[in-house]
Each structure stands twice: as structure tokens, then as C-alpha cells.
């Protein structure tokens, strides 16, 4: 497994505006399964995600981090919400000093990956 710090945005049932994080998460080795938050992720080919929600069905944008400009899309409001342990690793990403308050919110979010349950769950549907 691989841990990573991503960026993920709830598609389902919102535009571009849907709650989005930034947080640690754990992927397969080719990246096609993605667990974060207690959710697993398989890759999709949707018209606004890239992955969907093994358990649920949800559609989600999962991307890795920008330098440069915002994680969310151009035309996306609201808040991200950023673990609280990834916050200095983001700041030295963008090169700033102190994280804009007024588009991020600083959160604690636990460690939480499905693995085995959802590979419970994948074999028993096969």
C-alpha cells in the first residue's frame, strides 16, 4: 500500500461545489483503488470524477495535490477541509506560510481504510 496525500470532492449530487478534502490516503499499487475516510475508491471514467465509491455507488474527483492554483474547480465554492497533520506538508507543497482560513478548514480526520472489508465485499460479489 501507498500513502499518499490527495485531494477528494464529493461529485454526487453537487456540480463543482461538493465537500472536498485534503488528506492522507492509502492506494493499491496501480493506484486503480484508493481508501480514505473509511470509503474505498475504484477508478471511473465519469464526465466530472474519476473514481467512484465501492460501497455506495457515490462519484468523487480524487487528484493528487496542486502547486499553483486551487484543488477545486474553477467554477467550485466552499471550504476544503485539510487534516490537521497534513497541513505543514501542503504549506511547503504551495511554498506559502500560513493556510487561507477563508478556503480551507482544518480538520482531524482518522486513519481509517476499508482494506479488508471491502475485498470481503469485492470477493463475494464475484
Not at 29 to 57: C, L, M, V
Amino acid at each position: 500500500m501507498i500513502n499518499d496525500l490527495m485531494y477528494i470532492e464529493l461529485k454526487t449530487g453537487y456540480s463543482d461545489d461538493g465537500p472536498g478534502w485534503i488528506g492522507y490516503v492509502k492506494t493499491s499499487k496501480t493506484k486503480s483503488t484508493i481508501y480514505f475516510n473509511d470509503h474505498a475508491f475504484q477508478k471511473y471514467n465519469g464526465g466530472y470524477s474519476n473514481y467512484t465509491d465501492i460501497e455506495n455507488g457515490d462519484e468523487y474527483w480524487i487528484s493528487g495535490l496542486k502547486k499553483k492554483e486551487s484543488n477545486r474547480h474553477w467554477a467550485g465554492r466552499g471550504k476544503i477541509m485539510i487534516d490537521r497533520r497534513a497541513v505543514d506538508t501542503y504549506l511547503s507543497l504551495i511554498g506559502e506560510e500560513k493556510l487561507p482560513l477563508n478556503l480551507f478548514e482544518i480538520i482531524d480526520i482518522e486513519d481509517r481504510f476499508p482494506v479488508e472489508r471491502v475485498n470481503r465485499l469485492l470477493n463475494d460479489r464475484r
